[in-house]
């Protein structure tokens, strides 16, 4: 697993800035203010650091920018890192100042002259959120990073406030690790092996071979991973850190390889669908996350692994499978596999588990990015106030999010002659005719949302908050999501 950045935290001391070699980060409030560090550092260039903070490439710097001073004289430091930023900020301004650190930092030393300054610990999390880079499959091993101290006024409080952000992080990293894989690496049983590794913090992790399958009937699952070598899997973990009470459910839709089946998906783009198992990938980073924390909360997390490839065996379009739930589906198009994956996962978590809510997440529609772009994912829900929790869950971690409708008329869409239900509408809203066609199996009473991650899972560019690829995307706000709801 690719490890976060090592993060210490010492008491500030202004005498040790001139020896500091590397790289050193200081604070620069709008009006151009020096907190005690910053005028330890100009008196230490002369004045070069107030004369740039009083210049206009400094106004022009956007709010958590970052400029820099390099080889500055009077100091063995190659390069001052001059961040625009109030003494105050608030979370978002605090990471993205972090994130900007990130980028500056190379591969060096850097020291965070931070002092007093409000949400260090939160500067701490941007910084380590953007420091990845996925070189699993490199020839030369990548240089690791070097080693971040923040000096800071009260180095136990902030290194307290900081620990739970960095275990979120490392849930992060865990979640773009899977989805950075390829398929050939990442295999049904190679997924579900690194799964079962989380048994060591603290996890329950079960999994579940085709044959329970078969007899669990989740005969959908099953029809999608039948023309792959690699077996169908559906692997259970649990975390209870809560009471008595009934666990909340996560699922996820794990389609390590998605060719399109029989319905074959053009060439151009198809190396994409590695990351076609990333609602998997963001459940598994979410139970890692609780686990290491020690969330006092009791969740279920549920991922459906399968390959979708042509094959002599694999399914056609025009057949009929049976749910577990009973319900009969006529595919369409074998491209619209996710669905049937989640259909029997999700049956079998409510059925097994009786969840107070369930969410599940997929990289299910193309029509979601067409919709939203690269900036939101799609949310569902036949809940108002679970999906009202999670937006707010996702807005405070500054991971976009949009509710979209779900009306029975689009059900009309989803109609067969020949079976319970077609797995597909037709090109018309069809991230909504998905959602409509997960809601059948979703009992009646279980709050529920569906998250179409297809546009934010894997991105073609950097972000704020993570370099171009697997981003990560789904962690945070559900970690926040599960805090609120169970720990606040």
Do not use: C
């Not at 990548?142 to 971040?148: D, E, I, M, Q, S």
């Not at 049904?188 to 060591?200: I, S």
């Not at 969330?295 to 459906?304: I, T, Y």
């Amino acid at each position: 697993m690719t490890k976060p950045v090592a993060l210490s935290f010492t008491e500030t001391s202004i005498a040790d800035l001139a020896e500091t070699e590397g790289r050193i980060a200081v604070f620069v409030t709008e009006e151009g203010k020096l907190d005690q560090a910053g005028r330890r550092l100009n008196r230490l260039t002369r004045g070069a650091l107030q004369r740039l903070a009083e210049s206009k490439t400094f106004s022009k710097l956007e709010m958590a920018g970052l400029t820099r001073l390099a080889f500055p004289g009077g100091m063995k430091a190659e390069a001052l890192l001059v961040v625009k930023l109030p003494r105050r900020p608030d979370v978002d301004q605090a990471r993205r100042a972090g994130a900007a650190l990130a980028r500056a930092m190379g591969r060096g030393a850097l020291l965070v002259a931070a002092g007093n300054l409000g949400r260090a610990a939160e500067v701490a999390m941007g910084l380590s959120l953007r420091a990845y880079a996925f070189t699993d499959h490199k020839s030369e091993p990548a240089k690791p990073l070097g080693k971040v101290t923040f000096m800071v006024s009260k180095p136990d409080e902030v290194q307290a406030q900081a620990a739970p952000l960095l275990q979120v992080a490392e849930g992060v990293f865990f979640t773009r690790d899977l989805v950075a894989e390829p398929a050939n690496v990442l295999t049904t049983t190679e997924f579900a092996k690194r799964l079962v590794e989380l048994k060591k913090i603290g996890l329950k992790v079960e999994v579940l071979e085709e044959k329970e399958l078969e007899k669990l009937g989740m005969n959908s699952l099953l029809a999608v991973g039948q023309g792959s070598e690699s077996p169908s899997k559906v692997v259970v973990m649990q975390w209870q850190g809560g009471g008595d009470e009934a666990p909340f459910a996560l699922v996820g839709k794990g389609v390590v390889f998605d060719t399109g089946g029989i319905s074959i998906k053009p060439a151009g783009g198809m190396e994409d669908m590695t990351m076609d198992m990333g609602g998997a990938g963001v459940v598994a980073g979410v139970m890692k996350t609780l686990a290491l924390r020690q969330a006092r909360a009791n969740v279920v997390g549920l991922v459906g692994l399968v390959e979708n490839m042509p094959d002599g065996k694999a399914q056609r379009p025009g057949d009929i499978v049976t749910s577990m739930k009973g319900d009969t589906i006529e595919v369409i198009n074998t491209d619209a596999e996710g669905r049937l994956v989640l259909a029997d996962v999700l049956w079998y978590a409510q059925d097994r588990f009786q969840p107070s809510g369930i969410i599940d997440l997929a990289t299910l529609t193309g029509a979601i990015i067409i919709g939203l772009g690269h900036e939101n994912a799609g949310v569902f829900s036949n809940d108002d106030k679970l999906a009202a929790a999670f937006l707010k869950a996702a807005g405070s971690e500054g991971e976009g999010a949009w509710r979209l409708p779900l009306a029975p008329a689009y059900d009309k869409l989803l109609k067969s002659d020949l079976a319970d239900m077609k797995n597909v509408g037709g090109r018309a809203a069809g991230s909504i005719t998905a959602a409509q066609f997960l809601q059948r199996f979703v009992k009646d009473g279980t709050p529920w949302i569906h998250l179409d991650i297809a546009g934010v899972a894997s991105v073609k560019s950097q972000t704020a908050f993570a370099p171009k690829g697997a981003t990560g995307w789904g962690v945070m706000a559900l970690n926040r999501l599960i805090g609120d709801m169970f720990e606040g």
